[in-house]
């Protein structure tokens, strides 16, 4: 939420009030059901639109300036939310002595290293992040922590890891999955560049329902934003990891309200 906004709505309207419009809108945050992602694509807003590279830029702007407060996607946090659970699965994939890469799929403002930096910091990782072109010129740009790395595409990336003679210790996705169209392709490069785990974060899934495309609407106080997603049936996408050679090795709770026929959830897999 809008940090400004919150707190005049603290303000202003009764907490346990405030509590449920959040709730409501979030449970309905999800609409419609279409056919494929370009039936979808003309009602939302561009993920690399100048509304929000510049709604990234003033969260990230205004994350730095306290160390209570974090950015993530454009929107700003007073809470980290972070998942130990998951960081403690992660640091039994790191390595404890050596270099360590891991890929950020979706990764935005290396949003995810940046807030669990208290946690990660004390290992060597190479942090690579893959996003579109704006959003990698923006983190190339202000970001100037060492061995944090944009690239627009995988193939960028790869080369990069081959120049270095990294091995990836796991790809992240973070809560990007939904907006990935053509996810599978990816999923079988990641297999074929023979990267042994990936771990999932704050996934929103489909808990019985079939896997269907939506329309996500981002509330008003965050950017009034609707962005085109995929919904997965959680065991559906759990199948299209085993059928690309990947088992799942844990189902956690991941933080974000549940939504109408789905919750957030994180996964870790690992090849076969």
Known sequence: MNIHIKNLLKNIVPRRLL???SNSFQYKSFKGNFKNFDEVKSLVTNYDSNKIINKVLK????????????DRDGEILKKKNQNFQLLNEMTHIINKSKFNCVIDYGGSLANFVRNNKNYLRKYNIVWIVIDNERICSLG???IKTDNIYFFDNLNKAYQFILKKNLIVNFFLFGSSIQYIQGFEKILKKIRLLNVRNIVIDRQPVLRNKTTKYAIQKIPFWVGNFSYAVKLYKSQSLINMFIKNGYFLVNRLNAFGDQFKDGE???FIFKQR
């Not at 990230?60 to 306290?66: A, F, P």
């Open 59 to 70: 969260a990230y702007k205004n994350s730095e300036k306290s160390s209570y407060l974090i």
């Open 19 to 21: 509590i449920f419009i």
């Open 140 to 142: 190339k740009k202000i």
């Open 264 to 266: 957030y959830k994180s």
